[in-house]
């Protein structure tokens, strides 16, 4: 089958791989028919996560089929359409029974990472049973894509960290996929306020389209005091810090309210100054989180009902054959205006069997 394989920093190819086998009772394999690219595997391919070893098939995003299942597996049986989560979880460990998933003691993310991802035409998940989600009747699958990941990310580490309220302001500092995700999820509790800042015309643009009520850019170093002006001199009660760098969290440290959230969702690769001689008597909370995914059967059905439109997210479509022009797009976002780009694993090439009917 063909696969996208880390081979070391910086070196990415389209390879021929041998088609995954089940290893564990609880694994499936899922032929996938839709992927796409994350953020994190444009870290990796920096050589940032260390967890990844070199020949590891990237991608933790996708949905598909169930080609095959272990005997283990009682929720699913060949044939039927699945969303894959890009967090694996037991169900079972101290971890998954408080709902951390990702803390999950043999899963987590380890997709894409640990182990062999999506950007595949087959992948193999562990713990099939609790890491993968039936597809309704009639979905739209690739709307359904953005639930592997960018969805649950935003809602869970920003928005339900962040506590955004009835009535309260929040700023969402970057608008990339993840801060656009939390744009769209910030709105079920229908704030009067969302401030969402980047350095990118285009995705500021893009935010207004989604919902935001003013937009920053922040390329002049300006941005906490349009902040404050915006928000009459207060600053907000939730800082979504959804970038990953010092400048955007110290952002979120000049512009959050007395008794407000900085909810940090960016990845960091270096060490950050946490301002207390500013804070200590502003009554702040500072949340972090690596996404779990719990959220996932719930966003599922505000899809269903079109109370979020998830689709406005994908910007290009390729083949999985067209992989490295789909990395390359995706890389290029400020030129080429790509958020998320869904990528067709068709099996023309594979040498694979379809999908066994029945069970
Ligand atoms: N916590 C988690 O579980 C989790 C899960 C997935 C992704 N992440 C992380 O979330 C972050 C966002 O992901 P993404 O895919 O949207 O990333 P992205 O790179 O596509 O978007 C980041 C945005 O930040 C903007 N930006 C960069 N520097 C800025 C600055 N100084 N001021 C304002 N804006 C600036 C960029 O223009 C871009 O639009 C990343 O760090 C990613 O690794 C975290
Ligand atoms: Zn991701
Ligand atoms: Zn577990």
Not at 116 to 144: C, K, N
Not at 300 to 315: C, E, F, N, P, S
Not at 332 to 348: G, N, S
Request: overall charge negative; proline content about 4%.
């Amino acid at each position: 089958m063909q696969a996208l394989v880390y081979n070391g920093p910086h070196q990415k190819a389209l390879e021929d791989r041998p088609k995954p086998v089940t290893q564990a009772p609880t694994d499936a394999i899922v032929r996938i028919t839709k992927t796409t690219i994350c953020g994190t595997d444009l870290h990796i391919l920096k050589g940032d996560v260390a967890t990844c070893a070199p020949g590891t098939i990237l991608g933790h995003e996708g949905v598909g089929v169930i080609d095959a299942v272990g005997a283990g597996v009682t929720r699913f049986k060949p044939g039927d359409r699945v969303l894959i989560s890009c967090i694996s979880a037991c169900g079972r460990c101290e971890y998954c029974r408080k709902g951390m998933y990702s803390h999950c003691t043999t899963g987590g993310w380890i997709l894409g990472n640990r182990i062999d991802g999506t950007q595949a035409e087959y992948v193999r998940i562990p713990h099939a049973d609790t890491s993968l989600y039936p597809i309704p009747e009639g979905a739209d699958e690739e709307a359904l894509v953005m639930l592997s990941d960018i969805l649950p990310t935003g809602f869970e580490c920003g928005v339900l960290n962040g506590k955004v309220e009835v009535g309260g302001s929040v700023a969402i500092v970057g608008a990339g996929p993840i801060g656009l995700a939390a744009l769209l999820t910030a709105q079920f509790y229908s704030p009067s306020q969302i401030i969402v800042i980047d350095l990118d015309d285009n995705r500021l643009a893009v935010s207004l389209r989604f919902g935001a009520t003013a937009t920053v850019n922040s390329t002049d170093g300006g941005a906490a005091e349009q902040v404050m002006k915006l928000t009459g001199g207060r600053g907000v009660d939730t800082a979504i810090e959804a970038v990953g760098i010092p400048a955007t969290f110290e952002l979120c440290q000049d512009i959050v309210a007395a008794g407000g959230t900085i909810a940090n969702v960016g990845v960091h690769g270096v060490k950050v100054d946490l301002h207390l001689e500013r804070l200590w008597s502003h009554n702040v909370t500072i949340t972090t989180r690596l996404v779990d995914t719990v959220s996932i059967p719930m966003l599922l059905k505000t899809l269903q009902v079109g109370r979020i439109d998830a689709k406005q997210l994908i910007t290009h479509r390729f083949k999985l054959a067209e992989i490295l022009q789909a990395y390359e797009t995706f890389s290029t976002a400020a030129d080429t205006k790509a958020l998320k780009v869904i990528i067709e694993a068709d099996q023309r090439s594979a040498g694979g069997t379809p999908p066994t009917a029945g069970a």
